[in-house]
T-cell receptor
Framework: SAVISQKPSRDICQRGTSLTIQCQVD?????MFWYRQQPGQSLTLIAT?????????ESGFVIDKFPISRPNLTFSTLTVSNMSPEDSSIYLCSVRGGMTGELFFGEGSRLTVL | AQSVAQPEDQVNVAEGNPLTVKCTYSVSGNPYLFWYVQYPNRGLQFLLK??????LVKGSYGFEAEFNKSQTSFHLKKPSALVSDSALYFC????????????FGKGTSLLVTP
C-alpha cells in the first residue's frame, strides 16, 4: 500500500481567502483523486488528477474554484479558492493501489472557514 | 451509472456479539466492491474488496463481507465485535466499465458497547 502525506492536516481560514493542500505519495502513481467529505457526509469525488494532463472534474466542481496541479508522479496540490463557510470540509487525497483498484487515502486536511 | 446504499445510519451491538453492516449497490457492468473504515479525525482505511471469485471475502481486523449478486448486496460482517471496532464504515463501488474512482455510500456509524 502507498503512504500518503497531506499538508496541512487542519486549518482555520477566513472567508474569501484561498488555501492550497499538498499531497505527497511515497511511490510513483499515475492516478490521484481528490475527494471532499463535508461534515457528517460521505465522500464526494472532486476530480481525478493524472500527471501530464489537465485534471478531470466531476459535475458540480470547477477548475476556477478547485485548481489542481500534478507536476510529477508523486505529488499533487488542490487549491480551494475564494473560500466560504460551505467549503468547510475534510479534503482527502487518494491513489489507486493496484490493478484491482482499491484506493488508499491520506489522513485528510480538515478546513474550517469562518 | 453506479451507486451504493447503506440503509442504516447507525448500528449498535454489544461486545462479543456478531455484527453486520449492510450495503447494496447498483452498477451497469460487473461490480468491484470495497469496504473502508474511518476512525475519528483519521483518513479512510481499506478493509477488504470483492473483485471476482469467492463470494465470501476476508479482510483486515477479522472483518469479512459476503457478495450476493442476486440481492446486489455486499454486507460487512464480523463474528465477534470489539469496542475498538466502533467507527464509521463506508461501502464503495466501482463499475468494471467505468474509471477507477470509487463511489461511496453515506456511511454507517458502528457503536460497540462493553
Amino acid at each position: 500500500s502507498a503512504v500518503i502525506s497531506q499538508k496541512p492536516s487542519r486549518d482555520i481560514c477566513q472567508r474569501g481567502t484561498s488555501l492550497t493542500i499538498q499531497c505527497q505519495v511515497d511511490s510513483q502513481v499515475t492516478m490521484m483523486f481528490w475527494y471532499r467529505q463535508q461534515p457528517g457526509q460521505s465522500l464526494t469525488l472532486i476530480a481525478t488528477a493524472n500527471q501530464g494532463s489537465e485534471a478531470t472534474y466531476e459535475s458540480g466542481f470547477v477548475i476556477d474554484k478547485f485548481p489542481i496541479s500534478r507536476p510529477n508522479l508523486t505529488f499533487s496540490t488542490l487549491t480551494v479558492s475564494n473560500m466560504s463557510p460551505e467549503d468547510s470540509s475534510i479534503y482527502l487525497c487518494s491513489v489507486r493501489g493496484g490493478m484491482t483498484g482499491e484506493l488508499f487515502f491520506g489522513e485528510g486536511s480538515r478546513l474550517t472557514v469562518l | 451509472a453506479q451507486s451504493v446504499a447503506q440503509p442504516e445510519d447507525q448500528v449498535n451491538v454489544a461486545e462479543g456479539n456478531p455484527l453486520t453492516v449492510k450495503c447494496t449497490y447498483s452498477v451497469s457492468g460487473n461490480p468491484y466492491l470495497f469496504w473502508y473504515v474511518q476512525y475519528p479525525n483519521r483518513g479512510l482505511q481499506f478493509l477488504l474488496k470483492y473483485i471476482t471469485g469467492d463470494n465470501l471475502v476476508k479482510g483486515s481486523y477479522g472483518f469479512e463481507a459476503e457478495f450476493n449478486k442476486s440481492q446486489t448486496s455486499f454486507h460487512l460482517k464480523k463474528p465477534s465485535a470489539l469496542v475498538s471496532d466502533s467507527a464509521l464504515y463506508f461501502c464503495a463501488v466501482r463499475d468494471s466499465n467505468s474509471g477507477y474512482a470509487l463511489n461511496f455510500g453515506k456511511g454507517t456509524s458502528l457503536l460497540v458497547t462493553p
